[in-house]
T-cell receptor, first 113, second 113 residues
Framework: LAKTTQPISMDSYEGQEVNITCSHN???????ITWYQQFPSQGPRFIIQ???TKVTNEVASLFIPADRKSSTLSLPRVSLSDTAVYYC??????????????FGQGTELSVKP | GAVVSQHPSRVICKSGTSVKIECRSL??????MFWYRQFPKQSLMLMAT?????????EQGVEKDKFLINHASLTLSTLTVTSAHPEDSSFYIC?????????FGPGTRLTVL
């Protein structure tokens, strides 16, 4: 399973755009990139998933360069409620590994007023 | 998306007792569920893969005789922490793997006195 590396923490202010980059140098051909959000004492919540180029949903955008060795989660105009830990995971979405996901250290985002 | 529930949400027990945590997939059948453990300020650590109708697969370093997993139906997996000790105090999270996506439960806070 591909290992991921993220910044341990980031600070931002309300209304700013936040970009969190994740490195996954040994990503496999079948691997997808998935980001989760976790608030204290809650289970992780799916944010976005992508394979290549750009994916956008109502919550965030995910930018993946052509070599797929990194990805960037972009949160537009963050609010205080976006304060959470964000995890970048790489794995086979199609189930060839049984859906097993291994969490890295995550990025603790702190949004200030 | 699928809804996964856990019961209880928090439990306090005395050292030496056993505690059972339930994980239910409320609206989908899940042949595979996962159990994670998370200590304060740390990431989720995968403990085991729970497969309906067969024995669970444990990650390296996780004692299968201490953390008993039963996946008797397609909507229920249970984790029993046997002879719990204070060092077992943690946040336990389950997830259900359904059609290529993983849905997490809200977690169970276990405190062993």
């Amino acid at each position: 399973l591909a290992k991921t590396t993220q910044p341990i923490s980031m600070d931002s202010y309300e209304g700013q755009e936040v970009n969190i980059t994740c490195s996954h140098n040994n990503i496999a051909t079948n691997d997808y990139i998935t980001w989760y959000q976790q608030f204290p004492s809650q289970g992780p919540r799916f944010i976005i998933q992508g394979y290549k180029t750009k994916v956008t949903n109502e919550v965030a955008s995910l930018f993946i360069p052509a070599d797929r060795k990194s990805s960037t989660l972009s949160l537009p105009r963050v609010s205080l409620s976006d304060t959470a830990v964000y995890y970048c995971l790489v794995g086979d979405r199609l189930g060839n590994q049984g859906g097993k996901l291994i969490f890295g250290q995550g990025t603790e985002l702190s949004v200030k007023p | 998306g699928a809804v996964v529930s856990q019961h209880p949400s928090r439990v306090i027990c005395k050292s030496g007792t056993s505690v059972k945590i339930e994980c239910r997939s409320l609206d989908f059948q899940a042949t595979t569920m996962f159990w994670y453990r998370q200590f304060p300020k740390q990431s989720l650590m995968l403990m085991a893969t729970s497969n309906e109708g067969s024995k669970a697969t444990y990650e390296q370093g996780v004692e299968k005789d201490k953390f008993l997993i039963n996946h008797a139906s397609l909507t229920l997996s249970t984790l029993t922490v046997t002879s719990a000790h204070p060092e077992d105090s943690s946040f336990y999270i389950c997830s259900a793997y359904i059609r290529g996506e993983q849905f997490f439960g809200p977690g169970t806070r276990l405190t062993v006195l």
